[in-house]
């Protein structure tokens, strides 16, 4: 049974960082890429962050690029999330996704697996 846990939301002010992480267990992330998406409410589920089976490529919308940065640590089967410069924009339930294969995709419905979320709240 494949499982993805959140963990690390919060309420932060502007401008503060947090790390997001998502735990993976019954299965190994070498097999599966990896997005992490967010929905604030009365909004649909929206890409944020993708990085591929391998690590090697990462893929960010254009709302986070060069603020947001995910990684993955294998050993440990921990997907990361870094959030730097957070705006008010920014909070949503943040949600990590699995899907087999080694290229990760921008699109919710192409993800098998979901974690249950964890809250960003970014005051202003």
């Known amino acids: 049974q494949v499982q993805l846990v959140e963990s690390g939301g919060g309420l932060v002010q502007a401008g503060d960082s947090l790390r997001l992480s998502c735990a993976a267990s019954?299965?190994?992330?070498?097999?599966?890429?990896m997005g992490w998406f967010r929905q604030a409410p009365g909004k649909e589920r929206g890409f944020v962050a993708s990085?591929?089976?391998?690590?090697?490529?990462?893929n960010y919308a254009d709302s986070v690029e060069g603020r947001f940065t995910t990684s993955k640590d294998d050993a440990q089967h921990i997907v990361y999330l870094e959030m730097n410069s957070l705006k008010p924009e920014d909070t949503a339930v943040y949600y990590c996704?699995?899907?087999?294969?080694?290229?990760?995709?921008?699109?919710?419905?192409?993800?098998?697996?979901w974690g249950q979320g964890t809250q960003v709240t970014v005051s202003s």
């Open positions: 996704a699995a899907r087999s294969g080694m290229v990760a995709t921008t699109f919710p419905k192409t993800y098998e697996y």
């Open positions: 019954g299965w190994t992330s070498r097999r599966y890429a």
């Open positions: 990085i591929s089976r391998s690590g090697g490529g990462t």
